[in-house]
């Protein structure tokens, strides 16, 4: 994944907005979490709000306007929140709605893509794996990154069915997930890859298990630290970085329309943070009531 950049046309006023108010991030589940984290380590001084739309999750199986629909009401929960800057920390989203939300709301957006460029960049055999969700892989946006950035790199995509859904339920280890990882990946070793774009911010998670299967074969390409780094130009940009202070970092808060409690296990485990996650309720079109499992 890489920083996807803001436009440079779009003007944004945000006279009044206090430098102290929070950084709003959004997934679609738990994978956003290796964003905060590195968030966290890039601007330990800054807010966090975390939402999780745990309840739809995954979005890689969900259609375009559904994807659309539910980033653009927890966005604009965020702000409502009195989110200064917005993360759509969620690959799937930001291929389908990115220009959607910079177009309806007033703050500063950042977004993710797959980690194409530097892949094409780093690969020494010039043939590189790439997981990710289908909705990611059939994009506009993905699909440009390829033409801008492949040039004579050959990139072999593979949707990583499975992987998100591991992820949600906390499994980053176990001997079902290794068999599916397996299998994705030893085609990619066999066409003579040796680099792997993690296309979906779930997948930093399980970075334990693909070196057990990959070893050194494969540099992981995960940007989140880009991302981070991207955030604090543009907050930076519009005069709302928070002040350091040299205290210990803000916690952050928590959110989930599902139950919360993989959230809760997941930020302890590998995020060493124990915090409580609130239900919320975050209707949309395509999910009008609380009890909507439209799709």
């Known amino acids: 994944m890489s920083a996807e950049s803001p436009s440079s046309s779009v003007r944004i006023d945000l006279s009044g907005v206090a430098s102290r108010a929070p950084v709003g991030i959004f997934d679609s589940g738990l994978g956003g979490l290796s964003v905060l984290r590195a968030v966290r380590a890039q601007m330990p001084g800054e807010a966090l709000v975390y939402v999780a739309d745990s309840r739809y999750a995954p979005y890689g199986e969900r259609d375009d306007d559904f994807i659309c629909d539910r980033t653009v009401a927890i966005c604009k929960w965020l702000y409502q929140q009195g989110a200064k800057a917005l993360v759509v920390a ?29 892949a094409a960049l780093q690969s020494k055999t010039r043939v590189a794996g790439v997981l990710a969700t289908q909705v990611t892989l059939r994009s506009a946006r993905f699909q440009g990154l390829l033409e801008r950035y492949a040039a004579d790199c050959r990139f072999l995509c593979q949707p990583g069915h499975g992987l998100v859904q591991a992820v949600e339920r906390c499994d980053v280890g176990s001997a079902e997930l290794r068999a599916l990882l397996r299998g994705y990946l030893e085609p990619m070793l066999d066409a003579g890859a040796d680099t792997l774009v993690l296309g979906c911010t779930h997948y930093p998670f399980l970075d334990a298990a693909i070196r057990d299967i990959v ?63 609130d239900h919320v309720v975050i209707p949309s079109r395509r999910t009008a009531t609380p009890d909507s499992q439209a799709a």
């Open 90 to 118: 969620c690959n799937t989203a930001t291929a389908q709605s990115i220009a959607l939300v910079r177009d309806t709301l007033p703050i500063p957006l950042v977004g993710v893509e797959p980690g194409i460029k530097p």
């Open 215 to 277: 070893g050194d074969r494969l540099t992981l390409i995960d940007t989140s630290i880009a991302i981070a780094r991207q955030l604090e130009r543009v907050l930076d940009q519009h005069g709302l970085r928070a002040a350091s202070s040299g205290d210990a970092p803000v916690p952050p808060r928590f959110f989930s329309t599902g139950d919360g409690s993989h959230q809760q296990q997941l930020t302890a485990t590998l995020l060493n943070l124990h915090a409580t996650v």
